[in-house]
């Protein structure tokens, strides 16, 4: 359903909404954020600095399937082909309101500081069609380069 999920300060913490629309709060603990395929439209809020956030993302997701934008003061992330959505609020306005790392199932990371290439490269085209499983081979020139350096 549509959850509001607050993480225990000074633990760490699985943070997980499942489907549905959630607001996911983090504390001062090392939040784990799952989201992935079907998870809905989703908002992460990390309302205190400290400890070693990450977001990981489910199986069914790869690197190039990932699409980052700015809204805002807000990092969204979506998944190509679906209406699934990610926003880390506030990531442009607070240094603290960021996760530290985005893991995906096969270990690749994308770490704080290649977000915004990734940004920058992805801001040149429009997101790719509802349906369309994986990046148009027309983008695929620009962006699996930036994808490949972003994603180790």
Not at 5 to 34: F, I, P
Not at 135 to 144: A, D, F, I
């Amino acid at each position: 359903g549509d959850d509001i999920l607050y993480a225990n300060a000074g633990a760490t913490n699985v943070v997980d909404g499942g489907a549905g629309n959630d607001q996911l709060v983090g504390g001062w603990g090392n939040e784990q954020y799952h989201w992935g395929r079907g998870g809905g439209n989703d908002v992460i809020r990390e309302v205190s600095g400290g400890g070693f956030d990450t977001l990981h993302i489910g199986a069914e997701v790869s690197a190039d399937q990932i699409w980052l934008q700015r809204a805002s003061n807000d990092l969204v992330l979506s998944i190509v082909g679906t209406s699934d959505s990610l926003t880390l609020a506030d990531w442009y306005a607070n240094d603290q309101a960021r996760v530290e790392a985005v893991v995906l199932s096969s270990e690749l990371s994308l770490q704080t500081a290649q977000v915004d290439a990734l940004v920058a490269a992805m801001a040149s085209f429009a997101p790719p069609a509802a349906g369309v499983s994986h990046l148009p081979e027309s983008y695929q020139s620009v962006l699996m380069p930036v994808i490949a350096v972003g994603w180790q």
